[in-house]
């Protein structure tokens, strides 16, 4: 329990910069996760208590392109995110400074690695899977860090919502990918890793790929705008919580509900009648319930894996399978539930 949340402290830790050349070394307390830009300041000193237990192993192909980023100058659009606070916008208009960042923030795209000049196989495509789950969770770090009000949270609760929220996330991003890039047709999970109805049978999820595919031609047949996916997706970090609540969970909803008032504000830019923002609010709500089921089978479906995992040759990136083997069971026991709009 305590490695995985090491970890997750430590791709949210931002420590001072480390003067040595020693990101490879388990002794060393700074990890160039801690490298990763932040857009809202906050004290180092709530992350003191949270040492650095070792390196994280096989993310060190990564290293390069996040440090690069990280150490770019600050932009006009980060140095507005950084006054940014998650409220009503006087003046709002369909441009408004909250969408803007959600724009600057988005994760660009992630290769999973995949070898595609080898035979399709059951191990050969979960494991490469795996490996990109585990670089998209690095971006999604990222991406959760410089959120408005995100960096507010308890660090308990930062880390938590990463944790239990993570599946839905990749499966949305996911799901408008292949909108986007293939018409829906396929499941475009990485530019190098994209899955035709044979690889779907191949990797033995066929009935969740089929879920995840019918996802993906809702944005279409709903005609979702990008300026709504990256609010809704925005709002998915904050839709899964343990049963018993949050360190801080008045915090919590009051997140939450701003998060929400920003997306009937994005509806209400092109539609000025309310019964048709509300039919529109209705649509939008009802796509981000639908996401909490797919994710729960592959929650199943991972966990189940992982266990038999030396048995049929797939691997897993040590911190997937330490988020997999500790906040995955958390989820499927129902100690940790979705917050959904609609009664199920």
């Known amino acids: 329990v305590l490695a995985v949340a090491m ?6 830790a931002v ?10 070394r388990s002794s060393c ?10 857009y809202f300041p906050l004290s180092s000193s709530v992350f003191s208590s949270f040492p650095i237990a070792r ?5 060190g192909n990564l290293k390069l392109q996040e440090e690069g980023e990280a150490s770019s100058t600050t932009s006009p659009t980060e140095e507005t995110a950084q006054k940014l606070t998650v409220s009503h916008i006087e003046g709002y208009e369909c441009q408004p400074i909250f969408l803007n960042v959600l724009e600057a923030i988005e994760p660009g795209v992630v290769c999973a690695g995949h070898d595609n000049n080898q035979p399709d196989s059951f191990a ?8 990109l789950g585990e670089r998209q969770l690095v971006h999604v770090v990222k991406w959760a860090k410089a959120l408005p009000g995100f960096r507010n949270l308890h660090v308990d609760d930062q880390m938590a919502v990463i944790q239990y929220s993570w599946m839905g996330l990749m499966v949305f991003a996911m799901g408008w990918r292949s909108f986007t890039n293939v018409n829906s047709r396929m499941l475009y999970f990485a530019p190098d890793l994209v899955f035709n109805e044979y690889r779907m049978h191949k990797s033995r999820m066929y009935s969740q790929c089929v879920r995840m595919r019918h996802l993906s031609q809702e944005f279409g047949w709903l005609q979702i705008t990008p300026q709504e996916f990256l609010c809704m997706k925005a709002l998915l970090l904050f839709s899964i919580i343990p049963v018993d609540g949050l360190k801080n969970q008045k915090f919590f909803d009051e997140l939450r509900m701003n998060y929400i008032k920003e997306l009937d504000r994005i509806i209400a830019c092109k539609r000025k009648n309310p019964t048709s923002c509300s039919r529109r609010f209705y649509q939008l709500t009802k796509l981000l319930d639908s ?10 479906f991972t966990f189940d894996l992982l266990i038999k995992s030396h048995m049929v040759s797939v691997d897993f990136p040590e911190m997937m399978a330490e988020i997999i083997s500790v906040q995955v069971p958390k989820i499927l026991s129902g100690k940790v539930k979705p917050i959904y709009f609609h009664t199920q």
């Open 29 to 38: 307390t700074q990890g160039w996760f801690s490298r990763l830009p932040c």
């Open 291 to 300: 996401v909490q089921p797919i994710a729960r089978e592959l929650h199943q």
């Open 124 to 131: 050969a495509l979960l494991s490469s899977l795996n490996e």
């Open 55 to 59: 390196k994280l192993k096989k993310l």
């Open 7 to 12: 970890h997750i402290s430590l791709l949210l």
């Open 15 to 24: 420590p001072k910069p480390c003067r040595n050349d020693c990101w490879t």
